[in-house]
């Protein structure tokens, strides 16, 4: 079992920027692919960002590619989300997974673990 707890969250207006971290509870960080999902209201939850267990490949979806960086400390069981120049469309909640595998994935059901989420809020 793998307890996942995301904060950073808030309110930013548009072209602002965030930070948010991802603690995991085990000490077997390490063995986990991470994913960053994201859920606005009344749409479906979508993939935004994943990084594999060593942190060496990252996979991005288009609409945040050039805006956010995801990042791992193996060391700190966390892994992080920089998002930079937010837009109002980025407004959601946000959640990070862990995956017990080694590829980085982009559907939501290959994930095992999930955090409880952080709202993100851009304004216009």
């Known amino acids: 079992q793998v307890q996942l707890v995301e904060s950073g969250g808030g309110l930013v207006q548009a072209g602002g920027s965030l930070r948010l971290s991802c603690a995991a509870s085990?000490?077997?960080?390490?063995?986990?692919?991470m994913g960053w999902f994201r859920q606005a209201p009344g749409k479906e939850r979508e993939f935004v960002v994943g990084?594999?267990?060593?942190?060496?490949?990252?996979r991005y979806a288009d609409y945040v590619k050039g805006r956010f960086t995801i990042s791992r400390d193996n060391a700190k069981n966390t892994v992080y989300l920089q998002m930079n120049s937010l837009k109002f469309e980025d407004t959601a909640v946000y959640y990070c997974a862990a995956r017990s595998g080694v590829v980085v994935t982009t559907t939501p059901g290959d994930y095992n673990y999930w955090g409880q989420g952080t709202q993100v809020t851009v304004s216009s």
């Open positions: 085990r000490r077997t960080f390490s063995s986990y692919a």
């Open positions: 990084i594999s267990r060593s942190g060496g490949t990252s």
